[in-house]
């Protein structure tokens, strides 16, 4: 082993923020009331533990507590993790565990300490940490799940961060556990009689683990290094291997052999197949006993060993009854795909055990309460684990009675297949005989890395007082790691850092024997760290006490010397010798004490390091105190960082790491720097190290620091006073800088590189002439100068594109200035004068470099003599020159790259810029180019490539910049030149956007209504937000029961803006509600008794009650999904009351009276649908979890039908998913009928279409016909069998599933069964095994796969017309062997039974397939004798299936709904006939009923083909037939019954008019039609006669479809929808309430199945209010209509999505926004679902159309709008109707205003100028860049500018224009620049600067032809005249030879002049003196 080189003994460094430190946690377990704190109490009188100094106190308490109670005490540190960016908090989160308890606590600097997480446990904690677990998610991505895991003697504690809790039992002790990449790894204890245990040859696995707490436990298999045997793999059971140290990146584990002595480095992965099958086939024995009765032998032991033993409580019973507790708990744990374990209460059921993983493994059980987990793991821990069977049920079933020796192991016994692989990497070689005393365990093992990121993995060998450092090498496949080296360091302790988190550079403190502390980085000696106050003899005697962790004050300074010491850490290391109680007098005592004791012990020392977070750690000192220093960070300026980085990246990594820790050390010696210093620091560093003599180079001699090169005089200094004294006040007011400000004029911004510069000047003529100054070539830098300088110029350059660090290009300048002089590289002075003219004219003096030395200096390729330099890259990009690529450092020039490629993409139009192709327009540089080969440039090809349209490109860069992370805030930091094409992109972009685009994207073009879009916000309902909403409140509440009517969550806001002009949302409202009593006026005759009239008021309430029970299913459509619960509280259901109140005295009148006869259980369904109604108010998107349901159970029986609908709606609204299985069981074993109905319709509507098995296994139960023929009859109700057919149906809805098919087919023609089975309500049973057969088969017509031979369609038929009843087939054969004995039907089928059924199944299997044969089934029959046969109800049955299978040719006009009634009825009779007229009468009563009811049943297919659809022509066409039937209807009065009455009966008509009305309500759903509402009312009205239950169901059930879910939903007519509202509004509706026998009344509301949302609601982003909007919505092109585009005010419902190609958010009030429907629904489907918000944002100047309808008052502000030139400024205080920007107004109230201060001033028109085109143009950001233009053109005008910058943003700004000015006007509307402004500006600049020309043409020529200038003010002009006019640095031997403008036009091309330049400085170089040009006035050119 190498020893590491001492490199500088002498160094010294100072750490920083002392503290003492007290364990958090400890604090937080005093105040705790657990076993701990209460054995402290009674060590100690209470007077001294709550003594006012907290951590004394407690500290002297804990000395006096017996040693096992101290070492209980365990805490550790680590770095916070927060999900916010590295910039932000730093906290430290500290894991402190004592006795019961664990405490999670974080705290940083700013912050203090807080508990986090507390946990208390039933046993003491053996250990906690924490871990993160991979918890695989549906899409096959690894979520990781932040735990923490508190490890006790019998189980495993893992609290996750999100709030889910496991508990693991361990079925052996664990010595250890450790936490890796992938899980948890345990190390089992070996007990006493291990030994004996194991049977021979076959060792116990050692090490086992977990990869999550509800996976099972899982041996290690290990794999040793290839030198021996590759082949062996085999599990980790060697007994002297330790685990000291796991990893998680890289994923690695440190083990000890306490044999060998030796440390082994193992890789840790996943197991790979075969490394599994080896283990699990060969067993690693070497003796041929045979396996399985060894391990059996060895297994009954080891049990028995178990329960003796190793038990948690130290009993075998204990055990017993921890691990025997109730199974119930266990077979639900694995099935649960969540992971997620509900702890259930009870002491013995929180041990979840994790390894019985099914019911199946507990079925093979004799009794379910012989599953014992506790002994399963272990016992399969030690048999044989070489079955080779994969892993499969499991569970060890011993008999728990039987003692521990009978247990006989199961054969199916399987073994655990292993989890993890280790496979060794490394291990410690050991001079062979000594290797005993060599090695011992290594005490602390870390992974550290060095300046120069080699990474070494060190551990501590205490007993050697070693450290040894092992490098280790990641090889390309990055599992294997490579150690190439070890070096020892002597040491007692150590600890790893990180001394810059930004750069990521870690180093390590270590304790040396000796006690003193050393910095290393990786094996490379640093510095000794210097603790203030630990070496300093001395201990302030103040009398007061240091609270907990008070910083320790800094050292003394010579200003305040004695008085300021080190405060005292006293009683925290230091025993108190005060015997007696502490009383009065003790301070006495304690002084004395402390002068002797400081003489004794003069330092404190220095036990051990602990607790390494960042840069901070812990000292342990003697005595139990702690101390928590932090090392100093390498730098705090921003600039020396990037220069270090820059540095670090190009030196070779020795060069790089000597500069370091020379600076690290002259930065951070005591008594060094402070902050604002660091620059001067650094460069002086720098330059020495570069071979300078900073004492004789003038303008490094004023940085006022002479640091020499061994810093040691440094250390010597005094430190800066943190307090100052009255003296440093004085020598500030006579130090030069106070006098140089003072002459200063204050106006002027002075820059403090500018005072520099002067400075310099004095300096530099003050210097001799005549020394010239040398470089020394022996500096260690000296070879590398040229690269370093030429990173620093990047540097600079990157510094330049960032105004917030381009102060700092100015500081840097100096360095580089001199590097260049130095190099003679004449082009990069002339750049750096150009750029800082002022500052660079102070520096002339070179240092000479010996041409001997010049050989050593290293010439790297990339160092070209024309500097790089980015603005001007910019800028001949913009005019269209071809540009070598510019060169970066990766990682360093971040801005560079982004924006040169932002250029290469935008303005060259070369999309691949950003990806393939960005090496044409970038050069990376990379360290290791020092070859002096220089590479061939590629020259990129000229921008004549193919261009696409510029707006594409726009959408291209801004896209990518927000990839990039650049943000609107970076933005701003760019300069004004350099960031205007961007913000032209980003203009573009916001006119237009994408509708798909990232919120990111959203956010740079500032569209705020589309980044609010993109967050998913619903308009979730507040109380508050509704009063302060629209004024069309609802009438305030009078009775105290108005607001239970379960209506008042429709949001008003939207409603308001629908329906504004009229009330009718109130008048819905008053006509659904059902928990008032009704108004029930009788007129008492004078003939009739009290007795009769209360008898008749009673009979009138109950005909008002059948309408009052018929009112919930209407008003669950109308409150559809309006409602998010709140969780804490039960859902409110408004009760249905059936009483009444009697004008005038308003007498109650109730129907238990007793008077008449009241239907038994007549409100049994209304109260279901109730229930139903308010559960259908909970919005799908609402939080509702399984405890919430079972929450609102209700407690009286009386409810439990109205919870039984409720269960159905949760259903339908998809929450019943999240109801646990054990719930679901446990409502079905009650028995209550009506809560399996709604429970199975519940759950298989939630699991529409998804075969789900377990919802499967469900409904079989309840159907007789899918269980075996041989099973058990159950005794199932009719309805709930009736319900689980239609489940069937729902769950395998369009799969065509066979089986199902075929057994639906046969329940439709059940014969009635003998002793009365089946025989009452076959009509609902047939029906809905019908309604389900179609389901099953939806639209699947001919192409059923796999059944023709089912013969579907013919058997359908069969059922139809009739005919002969076939064989039962299969299974069912047995069953229906016996007629019934009551119902004798013979052996031909009951078509009264069978047809609705049959007719459906059709109708939904042939669902739009056009299919004709079909169709023609299904025609009414055209001959009198065939109509005969046929009910007239199965004729509206039959239209409907025809219409709906020959979908496309519906049409919505009357001439379509007559064509499908036969022409035998239309025919009219000829009276010349002579037919019998009593016949005649008879056909004509039977025709025109056969006639009305084939109208209502094309009249349902037209509703069903126009659903949701608004269509005017179908609206129309069914209101027409809506009114012929009204007329037919006798309401006039009772006497006069019409004849067309007689005939056609009152129940057929009221029929066809309700089926009627609800293909009105299907078409015109949501949109709330009066005309439709008209109709609903007149019907609600009618309650007499026989208007009854059914009728009424109808007609609200129409209501509720018009205002589905308050207007905000409308339905679908998707397939799937079709078949909800066939089974929803099935034409024939109850009688009564209790009315079940044709149609289960529970089937009504599966019409919300056919619902969808489909409003849009504009919102207002400012205001977040709903506004209105106007949309223009395409539709595609059909075979019924060409491409049309419509305009609709939103709030609207859309059309089908699937019919529309985009919609589009239309100007001119608010921005526009295009949803392109052609590319994907999606985006447009996930609004509608979030309530339809649309985030829509008002352009300037514009009113919202609810506060200005005609847009009159938006007019004035379009004229303004419309450019007339003459308005060029407005009124400051019209703003406001322009722009609602906070900013934009402020500075319209401060500068724009003409206030009496500003008369004076002539900005004031300019700036309102501005102002106004900003906020005209829609681009208010542009307002700074106005301003900056013009601020930069006024200072040139007045001369006094600093530096040339704001000339190159101009120039940038003018070349942007002049390229979208050379493209022609058509172009120029895109500009952002589009006013007159831009010229103007540019004129000014070209007069300031012509006139400088006219004055100054000789000081140019003599610039251009190289001769020296004089310093005077010219050179700054000069420098702005050079840097506009894009003149290149001339060493112009090509020049002198131009005689003539032809000449120097040839030469321009080479010289990259533009042409309008190059006119300026023709007269210059052609020698003419007069600036004109052939007689030209220059002006001529100028433009």
């Known amino acids: 082993m190498s020893e590491v080189v001492y490199e500088e003994t002498a160094t010294m460094i100072a750490a920083g923020e002392l503290q003492s430190f007290v364990p958090f946690g400890r604090e937080h377990c005093r105040n705790h009331p657990n076993a701990f704190n209460l054995q402290l109490r009674e060590l100690q009188p209470a007077s001294e533990l709550w003594s006012s100094d907290g951590a004394a106190g407690l500290v002297g308490s804990l000395q006096e507590v017996s040693l096992q109670e101290r070492e209980r005490e365990w805490w550790q540190l680590r770095k916070g993790c927060t999900g916010v960016k590295e910039e932000e908090v730093m906290f430290e989160e500290e894991l402190y565990a004592a006795g019961n308890v664990v405490v999670w606590s974080q705290g940083s600097r700013t912050q203090a300490s807080s508990v986090y997480k507390a946990f208390t446990v039933d046993s003491p904690v053996q250990q906690a940490l924490w871990c993160n677990f991979a918890v695989l998610q549906n899409n096959n991505d690894e979520e990781v799940e932040q735990t923490i895991c508190i490890v006790q003697s019998s189980c495993i504690n893992v609290h996750t961060v999100t709030g889910k809790d496991f508990i693991s039992p361990l079925p052996f002790q664990v010595s250890n556990v450790w936490a890796t990449k992938?899980?948890?790894?345990?190390?089992?204890?070996?007990?006493?009689?291990?030994?004996?245990?194991?049977?021979?040859?076959e060792p116990l696995p050692m090490v086992f683990s977990m990869l999550h707490p509800l996976d099972e436990i899982a041996p290690l298999v290990s794999k040793p290094s290839s030198q021996f045997d590759s082949s062996t793999v085999h599990y980790m059971s060697d007994s002297t291997m330790k685990i000291v140290f796991t990893c998680c990146q890289p994923s690695i584990l440190v083990s000890y052999d306490t044999v060998q002595g030796t440390h082994t480095v193992w890789a840790l992965r996943k197991v790979t197949h075969d490394e599994c099958s080896t283990v699990l086939r060969y067993p690693t024995e070497p003796v041929g006993k045979p396996l399985g009765l060894m391990a059996s032998n060895f297994l009954t032991s080891h049990l028995r060993n178990i329960s003796r033993l190793d038990s948690p409580g130290g009993s075998g019973t204990e055990l017993k009854s921890c691990a025997l507790s109730s199974p119930k708990h266990y077979n639900v744990l694995r099935s649960n795909p969540n992971r997620a374990v509900t702890s259930s209460p009870g002491a013995h059921s929180r041990v979840h055990s994790p390894n019985i993983s099914n019911m199946a493994a507990l079925s093979r059980a004799h009794s379910p309460g012989m599953a014992a987990p506790s002994f399963s793991g272990a016992s399969r821990f030690n048999t044989s684990f070489h079955s080779p069977s994969s892993r499969g049920h499991h569970g060890l079933l011993s008999s728990p009675n039987s003692t521990v020796n009978e247990t006989v192991l199961p054969p199916e016994m399987e073994p655990i297949v292993p989890d993890l692989c280790v496979e060794q990497l490394w291990t410690e070689t050991v001079a062979a005989g000594c290797h005993r005393e060599m090695s011992s365990q290594a005490s602390k093992v870390f992974i550290t890395s060095d300046l120069c990121e080699n990474r070494y993995l060190c551990f501590l060998v205490e007993s050697h007082q070693q450290l040894r450092c092992v490098k280790f090498i990641e090889s390309n496949e990055s599992s294997q790691l490579i150690f190439p080296s070890v070096t020892t360091i002597s040491a007692k302790d150590a600890a790893p850092l990180q001394i810059s988190a930004r750069q990521n550079i870690d180093a390590m403190l270590v304790l040396e024997a000796c006690g003193s502390l050393v910095l290393y980085t990786g094996i490379t000696r640093v510095s000794k760290v210097f603790v203030p106050g630990l070496l300093s003899p001395s201990f302030s005697l103040s009398n007061q006490r240091p609270q907990i962790s008070t910083p320790v004050e800094s050292v003394s300074t010579p200003a305040n010397g004695v008085n300021r010491h080190i405060q005292r850490l006293s009683e925290d290391f230091m025993p108190s010798p005060v015997s007696e109680p502490k009383g009065l007098n003790n301070k006495h005592h304690e002084a004395s004490f402390f002068e002797d004791h400081i003489f004794q012990q003069a330092t404190p020392c220095i036990h051990g390091l602990r607790d390494p977070v960042c840069n901070r750690v812990t000292l342990e000192l003697g005595g139990g105190a702690m101390l928590r220093i932090s090392v100093p960070e390498v730098a705090t300026s921003e600039l020396v960082q990037k220069c270090l980085q820059a540095i670090r990246f190009i030196l070779p990594k020795d060069a790089a790491m000597k500069v370091l820790v020379k600076w690290y050390n002259i930065y951070n010696a005591p008594g060094g720097s402070s902050a604002h210093a660091e620059w001067s620091l650094f460069v002086t560093c720098f330059m020495t190290l570069?071979?300078?003599?900073?004492?004789?180079l003038a303008w490094t001699r004023h940085l006022h620091f002479e640091v020499p090169l061994s810093p040691v005089i440094a250390a010597k200094k005094a430190r800066h006073s943190a307090q100052g004294s009255e003296e440093d006040w004085d020598y500030l007011l006579a130090s030069r800088y106070h006098r140089q400000i003072i002459s200063q004029p204050v106006c002027a911004s002075v820059e403090s590189s500018d005072i520099v510069a002067t400075e310099m000047g004095d300096l530099s003529s003050a210097s001799s002439p005549g020394s010239s100054l040398k470089l020394e070539s022996s500096a260690p830098l000296f070879p590398h100068i040229p690269a370093l300088f030429y990173v620093l110029h990047l540097l600079y350059q990157e510094l330049q594109l960032d105004e917030l660090h381009r102060a700092k290009a100015s500081s840097l300048v100096c360095v580089l200035q001199q590097l260049a002089r130095d190099l003679q590289l004449e082009e990069y002075v002339d750049l750096y004068w150009r750029d800082y003219p002022s500052v660079m004219s102070g520096f002339s003096k070179c240092c000479s470099i010996d041409h001997a030395v010049i050989e050593q200096m290293q010439r790297p390729s990339f160092l070209l003599s024309k500097p790089p330099c980015?603005?001007?890259?910019?800028?001949?990009?913009?005019?269209?020159?071809?540009?070598?690529?510019?060169?970066?450092?990766?990682?360093?020039?971040?801005?560079?790259?982004?924006?040169?490629?932002?250029?290469?993409?935008?303005?060259?139009?070369?999309?691949?810029?950003?990806?393939?192709?960005?090496?044409?327009?970038?050069?990376?540089?990379?360290?290791?180019?020092?070859?002096?080969?220089?590479?061939?440039?590629?020259?990129?090809?000229?921008?004549?490539?193919?261009?696409?349209?510029?707006?594409?490109?726009?959408?291209?860069?801004?896209?990518?910049?927000a990839s990039q992370g650049f943000t609107l805030k970076d933005l701003e930091s760019v300069p004004f030149g350099v960031a205007l094409p961007i913000r032209e992109a980003i203009y573009r972009c916001r006119e237009q956007p994408c509708s798909d685009w990232s919120e990111e994207v959203c956010l740079l073009i500032g569209r705020q209504d589309l980044t609010k879009q993109a967050h998913k916000m619903t308009l979730a309902k507040s109380k508050a937000s509704v009063s302060s909403g629209l004024s069309l409140e609802p009438p305030v509440a009078t009775e105290p029961d108005e607001e239970e009517d379960g209506m008042s969550d429709i949001i008003q806001e939207v409603t308001g803006l629908i329906w504004s002009q009229d009330l009718r949302i109130q008048e819905v409202r008053r006509l659904l509600r059902s928990s008032g009593p009704v108004r029930v006026s009788v007129v008492q005759l004078p003939e009739v008794s009290d007795h009769e009239y209360i008898e008749e008021k009673e009979n009138k309430l109950l005909q008002l009650c059948q309408r009052t029970m018929a009112l919930p299913v209407g008003r669950g459509l109308f409150t559809l999904f309006s409602y998010h619960p709140v969780l804490t509280e039960p859902l409110p259901v408004p009760k249905l009351n059936l009483t009444g109140r009697a004008p005038p005295r308003n007498t109650m009148v109730d129907l238990n009276s007793g008077n008449i006869d009241v239907p038994p259980n007549m409100t049994s369904w209304p109260s279901f649908h109730n229930g139903v109604a308010a559960g259908l108010k909970i919005a799908p998107a609402s939080q509702v979890d399984s405890a919430w349901i079972a929450y609102n159970k209700p407690k009286s029986p009386e409810l439990a039908n109205e919870y039984a609908g409720f269960l159905m709606a949760l259903g339908l609204n998809g929450h019943l998913t999240k109801l646990a299985t054990l719930n679901i069981h446990d409502y079905l074993t009650k028995g209550h009928e009506m809560t399996s109905v709604g429970l199975l319709l519940g759950v298989s509507s939630a699991k529409l279409g998804t075969m789900d098995m377990s919802t499967t296994r469900l409904l079989s139960i309840h159907i007789p016909a899918l269980l075996p023929p041989t099973s058990t009859e159950l005794d199932v109700p009719h309805n709930v069998q009736v319900a689980a057919v239609i489940g069937v149906g729902l769950v395998y809805q369009g799969t065509g599933h066979r089986h199902n098919a075929e057994v639906l087919l046969s329940e439709i023609g059940r014969p009635p069964g003998p002793e009365m089975e089946y025989c009452t309500d076959r009509e609902s049973y047939s029906l809905a095994a019908g309604l389900a057969l179609g389901m099953v088969c939806l639209g699947h017509g001919s192409n059923l796969i796999g059944m023709t031979d089912l013969n579907v369609p013919e058997q359908l038929y069969q059922y139809m017309v009739g005919g002969h009843r076939r064989a039962q087939a299969g299974a069912?054969?047995?069953?229906?062997?016996?007629?019934?004995?009551?119902?004798?039907?013979?052996?031909?089928?009951?078509?009264?039974?069978?047809?609705?059924?049959?007719?459906?199944?059709?109708?939904?299997?042939?669902?739009?397939?056009?299919?004709?044969?079909?169709?023609d089934w299904l025609k009414p029959p055209d001959t009198w004798f065939l109509l005969d046969f046929i009910k007239p109800e199965f004729l509206l049955l039959r239209t409907l299936a025809r219409c709906i299978i020959m979908w496309d040719e519906i049409l919505p006009n009357s001439e379509w709904v007559k064509s499908n009634i036969p022409q035998i009825m239309r025919g009219n009779f000829d009276a010349s006939e002579d037919i019998n007229m009593e016949t005649m009468a008879k056909c004509d009563v039977f025709l025109s009923q056969a006639e009305d009811y084939i109208t209502a049943g094309a009249c349902m297919a037209l509703g069903l083909r126009f659903a949701g659809s608004a269509n005017s022509d179908a609206f129309d066409c069914l209101y027409e037939f809506a009114r012929t039937f009204m007329k037919m209807m006798p309401f006039a009065g009772t006497a006069a019954v019409s004849a067309s009455l007689q005939q056609m009966g009152y129940y057929n008509l009221q029929t066809c008019l309700s089926m009627i009305l609800l293909a009105m309500s299907m078409v015109m759903a949501g949109t709330g039609n009066l005309k439709v509402l008209q109709l609903c009312r007149f019907f609600h009205k009618r309650t007499g006669g026989e208007m009854n239950y059914g009728f009424h169901m109808a007609h609200h059930m129409a209501l509720g479809l018009l205002f589905l879910g308050g207007g905000r939903y409308t339905i679908s007519t998707s397939n799937s929808a079709i078949a909800a509202l066939l089974c929803a509004l099935y034409p024939h509706f109850p009688a009564h309430s209790t009315d079940n026998r044709y149609h289960l009344q529970a089937l009504r509301h599966l019409v919300v199945l056919a619902a969808e949302p489909r409003l849009l609601v504009p919102v207002d982003v400012d205001s977040l209010k709903p506004c209105y909007a106007l949309l223009e919505v395409s539709y595609k092109e059909t075979k019924w209509y060409n491409e049309t585009t419509v305009e609709l005010m939103a709030p609207t419902l859309l059309p089908e999505l699937h019919l529309l190609k985009q919609v589009k958010v239309k100007g001119p009030r608010y921005w526009e926004l295009t949803l392109d429907l052609s590319k994907e629904t999606h985006h447009l489907k996930s609004i509608l679902s979030q309530d339809g918000v649309l985030y829509v944002k008002l352009r300037a100047g514009q009113l919202p159309?609810?506060?200005?309808?005609?847009?009159?008052?938006?007019?004035?502000?379009?004229?303004?709008?419309?450019?007339?030139?003459?308005?060029?400024?407005?009124?400051?205080?019209?703003?406001?109707?322009?722009?609602?920007?906070?900013?934009?107004i402020s500075f319209a109230d401060f500068f724009c205003k003409t206030s009496e201060g500003m008369k004076h001033r002539k900005d004031t028109h300019m700036f309102s100028a501005m102002l106004y085109e900003c906020v005209t143009q829609e681009c208010p950001e542009m307002l700074p860049t106005y301003i900056a233009i013009e601020q930069a053109v006024s200072a040139l005008q007045r001369g006094d500018l600093q530096q040339t910058f704001p000339l190159w943003q101009l120039r940038l700004v003018v070349d942007l224009w002049d390229s979208r000015m050379l493209r022609g006007p058509a172009n120029s509307h895109n500009t952002l620049l589009k006013s007159e402004f831009l010229p103007v500006m540019k004129n000014a600049v070209d007069v300031a600067l012509d006139g400088w020309l006219k004055d100054s043409s000789s000081v140019l020529r003599s610039y251009m032809w190289n001769q020296v200038l004089s310093k005077d003010a010219q050179s700054i002009m000069l420098a702005c005249f050079l840097v506009y006019r894009s003149v290149p640095c001339?060493?112009?031997?090509?020049?002198?030879?131009?005689?003539?403008?032809?000449?120097?036009?040839?030469?321009?091309?080479?010289?990259?002049?533009?042409?309008?330049?190059?006119?300026?400085?023709?007269?210059?170089?052609?020698?003419s003196g007069s600036p004109s040009l052939l007689g030209f006035p220059l002006q001529a050119f100028s433009s």
């Open 182 to 201: 992938f899980g948890l790894l345990l190390e089992r204890k070996i007990s006493a009689n291990d030994t004996q245990l194991n049977p021979p040859g």
């Open 690 to 696: 570069m071979g300078y003599n900073t004492e004789r």
């Open 870 to 961: 980015v603005f001007s890259w910019l800028s001949s990009c913009l005019r269209g020159d071809e540009n070598t690529p510019f060169p970066y450092l990766p990682a360093i020039c971040q801005r560079t790259r982004l924006l040169v490629l932002s250029y290469a993409l935008y303005i060259f139009g070369d999309d691949k810029a950003t990806s393939s192709s960005e090496s044409k327009y970038l050069f990376k540089l990379s360290a290791g180019q020092k070859s002096c080969a220089s590479e061939p440039y590629l020259r990129r090809q000229s921008s004549v490539k193919v261009r696409f349209s510029s707006a594409s490109l726009a959408e291209q860069l801004v896209v990518w910049l």
């Open 1372 to 1415: 069912n054969r047995e069953r229906h062997k016996s007629p019934s004995y009551q119902i004798k039907e013979g052996d031909t089928i009951n078509v009264d039974v069978t047809c609705p059924g049959a007719t459906l199944a059709l109708a939904m299997i042939y669902l739009k397939t056009n299919n004709r044969s079909i169709a």
């Open 1745 to 1784: 159309y609810k506060d200005d309808p005609q847009g009159w008052k938006s007019l004035l502000t379009t004229a303004v709008n419309h450019r007339s030139s003459g308005v060029t400024a407005f009124k400051p205080e019209t703003i406001s109707t322009f722009t609602s920007n906070p900013a934009l």
């Open 1930 to 1967: 001339f060493r112009s031997t090509q020049l002198k030879s131009c005689s003539s403008f032809g000449d120097l036009l040839s030469c321009s091309s080479q010289l990259e002049i533009p042409l309008r330049d190059l006119l300026r400085l023709a007269p210059v170089l052609l020698g």
